[in-house]
């Protein structure tokens, strides 16, 4: 059985203005490893997982999670 693991890699790329081939070849992975990645169709090993947490200067977990992540900025509003 295959666990799903999220991610915020597209959230950190976006904040940072790097696109997928930037990051990519930070890495030393092919650029589309990073929409695999993105896109939960592949789980990184948990090397490349610490050298993505290292190159955006946060911890694992701020990447990875193995429960979705909640919504940034959607709070239901009470009327």
């Not at 990645?37 to 290292?54: K, W």
């Amino acid at each position: 059985m295959s666990e799903t693991i999220y991610n915020r890699i597209a959230m950190l790329r976006a904040e940072r203005g790097i696109s997928r081939r930037e990051l990519s070849e930070s890495l030393g992975v092919h650029y589309q490893t990073v929409g695999y990645l993105e896109r939960g169709e592949y789980s990184p090993s948990l090397h490349l997982a610490l050298r993505i947490a290292e190159h955006f200067e946060v911890p694992v977990e701020v990447v990875f999670s193995i429960r979705p992540f909640p919504r940034i900025g959607t709070r239901e509003r009470s009327a």
